[in-house]
């Protein structure tokens, strides 16, 4: 089973995928937590060149063709190996996000939605959209980075609101056209109802499929 969480900046995507795996794994399923990019060591030194500050100024081709790089060596080294092992992989950012900011918020448009389709096999399972306003979400991003010195973390929480409206309505919208597998969660709501939201969404489609826990 393979599933991804999407989401603008400071959505809350990154805590409840850990969240979403220790309760996986205290009901007998083996789990493996990855993100992109950096899913990696090759993919740690794509991630060091993309967020870095310093790195303002990247010519929108050059960033998609670095996730793009990324995700590669990501799906042979990290995911394709554990779902043939038939483990729960959750992974932080996919395709999607491909898709919601480099060819669209960034204006890349069909030719890099071509180019990112070409590199989505695996397909997710589920993907599960950490939705809340824009406003909402530079605040908790902005507030993260103060709290654990993330300078690495910070070029694209520096883009605009506007920059954030555009991803946030590419995400929507690519809910809207694949209703079976991306689930949208309201995170402006309390920790506690987030959590029992992905929850939800996770646990039907295990029984809908009757997924098969790993023997220790």
Not at 55 to 62: F, I, N, P
Not at 72 to 79: M, R
Not at 89 to 116: N, T
Not at 122 to 148: H, M
Request: glycine share 6%.
């Amino acid at each position: 089973m393979f599933i991804t969480f999407e989401g603008i900046e400071g959505s809350g995507k990154s805590s409840h995928a850990e969240k979403l795996a220790k309760r996986l794994e205290s009901i007998g399923y083996h789990v493996v937590i990855t993100s992109e990019p950096g899913g990696t060591k090759i993919g740690k030194r794509i991630r060091e060149i993309l967020l870095a500050p310093e790195s303002k100024g990247m010519d929108v081709k050059c960033e998609l063709l670095l996730y793009l790089a990324d995700r590669v060596q990501h799906q042979k080294d990290a995911i394709v190996p554990a779902l043939n092992a038939g483990e729960i992989v959750i992974c932080d950012r996919y395709f999607d996000a491909s898709v919601a900011y480099q060819a669209k918020a960034r204006g890349l448009g069909k030719f890099a939605e071509e180019l990112i389709y070409q590199f989505a096999e695996p397909v997710p399972n589920l993907t599960i959209l950490f939705d809340c306003l824009v406003e909402t979400g530079i605040k908790r991003a902005k507030k993260r980075i103060a709290q654990k010195n993330e300078q690495a973390q910070a070029r694209f929480e520096a883009e605009g609101a506007d920059f954030h409206r555009r991803v946030r309505a590419a995400y929507l919208a690519l809910a809207k056209s694949h209703p079976d597998r991306i689930k949208v969660v309201n995170t402006e709501q309390h920790e506690a109802k987030v959590g029992e939201a992905v929850w939800e969404i996770v646990s039907k489609y295990i029984r809908d499929r009757r997924c098969r826990r790993l023997q220790p």
